[in-house]
């Protein structure tokens, strides 16, 4: 008996010690830095962020998080290809109204797809001979303030080409080039943007002025019809998250550096009535080194045409949430969530289906979502480059939209996670809103609270997390920006990198693939993706663009107001 029981006891001492010793490794494991390899140099490694994401799994997988001290959500699967997550309750009742309460006192207006506050100043200081207030008042004949597509033809027929136009060509021109807000009537500020734009309108006329034929895709928008219907407000971050609640249940989600989270994009509150709806479209762009991204372009030297040079949007992710339940459609739509290839060329042009006609097809997308009030719906915008731990390029998978409302209204609101793959430029940005010196800054108001240091969680990571996460030497990365010939004599050293241990909240418990709430299709059986890779994707230009599908992922004023804030 006595020998039994020492030899149990060997056993039992020598597993517990072999867990140990893999535990330790794993944890090593996860907390290396790939870049810390021989050649590399290991002070540079140690001070570089890194995004992370959450590992899908499988459709169905359920993640429970502890996303607050002691209160746990279930994180479901309902997509692999974009990573797609449905959180529910992940606001509460009470902040779905406070939200709700808080745009409309802020007021709203109708979604536009390009147009920016300096824009809008650029075409207040603008004086045209021909495009003004005079002209459009004069073409206003019912005294209405608004054009509507006849009397907008009638005061546009001074372009060469505009009269040679079938009606349903110059439908189409109008809603690409000049109806800012898909609403089928010009505004003033509208028409008087026209000189703004007028190397795009003559372009435009010059390929379908000697045309009457429009291409099956011309055809295919002008059914479609208005590319967003739906009314929006623009909300900070100060005045709808005071308490930063709901950034440390954020900061816990999706496992970021908290400087990435506080520096991403106002939240965008959204409202759709009977008809309202935004046809499908990426909330990103495809990687462009000679493009800058729209978030980070204001860093580059002063340029005074820089409304007219091309940006892009730059949105690393994206969290949605439903504000309200919707009483008849509203649904989010992922035309090709989980398809075994992209290629548009296959259910786009020479489809008889319009995937991202979310008007007449939503429910002959692959994925679609009912609106809950309180759940959040997450997805990955782009894919992580593996070799820099940085933004990839992207996925294309992510095209999604909101279908047509039938019954009642649709409350959403939007955060978008934004990063720009110039890793230098995001470090830049970082710094220039929270932590280089400001000379007049006299209130915590009027920059982002500055980072707080916090213990290390690294050991609550699971090895559901796919992707290195954020350094915890506490090392700063904005050491070369501060001291490359700057005289700052700000404590932002002390103040940036060094809560990097905001990661994935503790996941207590994972659960293999279950039915979902929600409808999901397979489309299989298209060309490899990689096909498509040489197609070029829109450019976003702040001024001179259609409105229509060179900006296919929203609004840019929460982009391009970052600086403005402060």
């Known amino acids: 008996m006595i020998i039994m029981y020492v030899k149990n006891k060997f056993r039992l001492d020598m597993i517990r010690l072999i867990f140990c010793c893999s535990l330790m490794r794993a944890r090593t494991m996860v907390a290396q830095d790939p870049a810390t390899d021989d050649e590399a140099d290991p002070s540079e490694a140690k001070e570089r962020m890194r995004l992370v994401y959450l590992d899908p799994v499988e459709v169905g997988h359920i993640h429970t998080m502890e996303l607050e001290p002691g209160r746990f959500y279930q994180v479901k699967t309902a997509a692999v290809k974009p990573p797609i997550f449905l959180i529910p309750d992940f606001l509460t009742s009470e902040e779905c109204d406070q939200l709700k309460s808080l745009a409309e006192s802020k007021g709203f207006e109708a979604s536009k797809t390009v147009l920016r506050k300096s824009v809008d100043s650029k075409v207040d200081s603008t004086t045209d001979d021909y495009f003004n207030n005079d002209t459009f008042n004069q073409y206003d004949a019912d005294n209405n303030k608004h054009l509507d597509m006849e009397e907008t033809r009638r005061a546009l027929n001074k ?122 479209h990426h909330d990103s762009m495809k990687l462009n080194d000679t493009v800058p991204c729209a978030h980070t372009k204001h860093l580059y030297p002063p340029d005074p045409n820089s409304h007219l040079v091309a940006s892009r949007i730059c949105r690393y992710a994206t969290i ?40 007449h097809h939503c429910k002959d997308a692959n994925l679609y979502l009912k609106p809950r009030k309180g759940m959040a719906v997450m997805w990955y915008n782009h894919y992580i480059d593996e070799e820099t731990g940085w933004l990839g390029a992207l996925n294309r998978f992510s095209l999604h939209g909101g279908c047509e409302v039938i019954k009642g209204e649709k409350w959403i609101a939007n955060n978008w996670i934004t990063v720009d793959n110039n890793y230098d430029m995001q470090m830049k940005f970082h710094y220039h809103r929270l932590y280089e010196p400001k000379a007049n800054t006299t209130s915590q108001d009027d920059r982002e609270p500055t980072p707080a240091t916090t213990t290390n969680t690294q050991e609550h990571v699971s090895e559901q997390t796919t992707g290195k996460h954020p350094e915890q030497s506490g090392d700063d990365p904005y050491h070369h920006i501060k001291h490359s010939g700057q005289n700052n004599q700000d404590d932002a050293s002390e103040r940036t990198s060094q809560d990097n241990s905001e990661h994935l909240g503790r996941i207590i418990q994972d659960e293999p693939g279950q039915q979902l709430d929600a409808t999901n299709k397979d489309r299989p059986g298209q060309p490899s993706d990689q096909e498509d890779e040489g197609q070029p994707m829109d450019v976003v230009e702040l001024a001179v663009s259609d409105g229509q599908e060179s900006v296919t992922s929203g609004d840019l004023e929460g982009i391009h107001e970052y600086h403005e804030e402060l």
Request: negative net charge.
């Open 159 to 280: 372009l060469e080409g505009v009269s040679n136009l079938t009606e349903t060509v110059f439908q189409l021109f109008f809603d690409s080039v000049v109806d800012l807000n898909s609403n089928r009537i010009m505004s003033s500020l509208e028409f008087r943007r026209i000189p703004l734009i007028m190397t795009k309108v003559d372009e435009w006329l010059k390929d379908h002025g000697s045309n009457d034929e429009l291409t099956p895709e011309e055809i295919k928008k002008l059914e479609r019809g208005p590319k967003r219907i739906s009314k929006q407000v623009w909300l900070k971050r100060r005045d709808y998250d005071p308490s930063d609640a709901l950034l440390k249940r954020l900061l816990k989600l999706t496992g970021l550096h908290s400087d990435i989270i506080k520096t991403s994009e106002k939240m965008q509150v959204v409202r759709y009535s009977p008809g309202g709806h935004y046809h499908a």
């Open 320 to 359: 949605l949430y439903y504000l309200a339940d919707t009483e008849e459609g509203g649904e989010t739509a992922f035309p090709v969530a989980d398809n075994e290839t992209y290629f548009p060329g296959t259910w786009g042009k020479n489809s008889t289906i319009d995937l991202k006609d979310l008007t």
